[in-house]
């Protein structure tokens, strides 16, 4: 069990920090062709070198790892005032090629109110919208409470609709949508892979409303941290639900997850601008998975200088993720870590101390260097 959870923790480390949503504020090129019609072009990519306890072949040293964890090609456009659309792609697993994540045409009905349909992320948590490109800290994943990413398609993405909207200007977001569904699991880490007729073929509805009590966070796709730039004090609430959505080879149950998360940023605290964040989670397969059902929580503080030092800003930070499993596995991991913010999202590097703790497993201690570039 030791050497599979060793193994899990790796397959994290160099996968899962590709589960950013598409960037929103990424440097593009854009070509105009007339009023409302675009086409915009970017890329981003992220690199690590990761040195894990136990991580090595052998069992029993630490692994040294350089990794291409994301290399991404951002495309959106505008056919006119009401019709835009994004084609998104990410480095196969494997390594080898690309492969299209987001597929989604965005019909704006007005600026408070949009469809999407195709394939995209579906209505979840903020930690699952906005994903290491946009989180505290850079190259971070919270794969131990934020689950979601583990119901629903390659990395996180479904086909589906969703509504995307907001109201009271733009200080109530919400999001509702129908999506497929029907791969829950199936990228864990730990989990089979699990080929198997779900009986009833029922849709997994998803929904997320959130508010902001002081500046405003417009868009679907979020942010994790504003990086001192806003004054935010937000409420978050999600859930998604699919019968017949928990699958094994023996045993089909409903899917159910459910989530509150809370961020507050706050500028000119001192010499920068002091950021908290939080979430609880609560996950249900009616029985199929135990060790994928349970109560989560994390939490994250951090602090970013208003002065350069060089070409950048110094962003020390500190977070925590727990999840207490049905199958009485509990699973921690605390994290401490600097980010050095060269060009908000667009350029920065980080560096992160890590423990992950296990129920009756020795403690696994790694470090992990991060750069991140988006052009």
């Not at 040195?51 to 056919?79: C, K, M, Q, T, W």
């Amino acid at each position: 069990m030791k050497k599979l959870n060793k193994v899990a923790y790796l397959v994290a480390l160099a996968t899962t920090a590709t589960l950013a949503p598409i960037a929103t504020t990424h440097a593009a090129g854009t070509i105009t062709f007339g009023e409302d019609q675009y086409i915009s072009l970017g890329f981003g990519m992220r690199g690590s070198y990761s040195r894990v306890e136990d991580g090595a072949g052998n069992g029993s040293s630490y692994s040294n790892d350089f990794n291409l964890d994301s290399a991404r090609i951002y495309l959106s456009g505008s056919l006119n005032k009401y019709i835009k659309g994004m084609l998104n792609t990410e480095k196969s697993i494997a390594g080898q090629g690309f492969q299209v994540i987001d597929a989604a045409g965005i019909f704006e009905i007005t600026p408070d109110f949009s469809l999407w349909a195709g394939r995209f992320l579906s209505p979840s948590d903020r930690a699952n919208m906005a994903g290491p490109y946009y989180s505290l800290g850079g190259g971070y994943w919270a794969g131990i409470a934020s689950r979601y990413g583990f119901n629903g398609g390659y990395i996180g993405r479904d086909d589906g609709l969703a509504v995307v909207a907001t109201a009271f200007d733009q200080r109530l977001a919400y999001s509702f949508g129908a999506f497929e569904g029907n791969t829950t699991f199936q990228i864990a880490p730990v989990a089979d892979l699990v080929e198997s007729s779900r009986g009833s073929d029922g849709l997994m509805y998803a929904g997320r409303l959130q508010y902001s009590f002081w500046d405003k966070e417009p868009g679907y796709y979020g942010t994790g941290n504003y990086l001192g730039a806003k004054d935010i004090l937000t409420v978050g609430i999600a859930g998604r639900t699919q019968n017949n959505g928990a699958v094994s080879a023996t045993d089909q149950g409903k899917y159910s997850s459910y989530s509150i998360d809370f961020l507050m940023e706050k500028q000119n605290v001192g010499p920068g601008a002091l950021s908290i964040e939080a979430a609880y989670y609560d996950y249900d397969t009616d029985g199929v998975f135990t060790s994928e059902e349970g109560d989560a929580y994390s939490a994250g503080l951090g602090y970013i200088f208003n002065e350069k030092v060089g070409i950048g800003q110094i962003q020390p930070f500190v977070r925590y993720q727990r999840f207490d499993a049905d199958n009485n596995v509990d699973l921690r991991q605390t994290d401490l870590g600097v980010a050095y913010i060269i060009d908000g999202y667009n350029a920065q590097v980080s560096a992160v101390f890590s423990q992950l703790e296990e129920t009756n497993e020795s403690d696994t201690n790694s470090f992990l260097l991060t750069m991140q570039l988006q052009f």
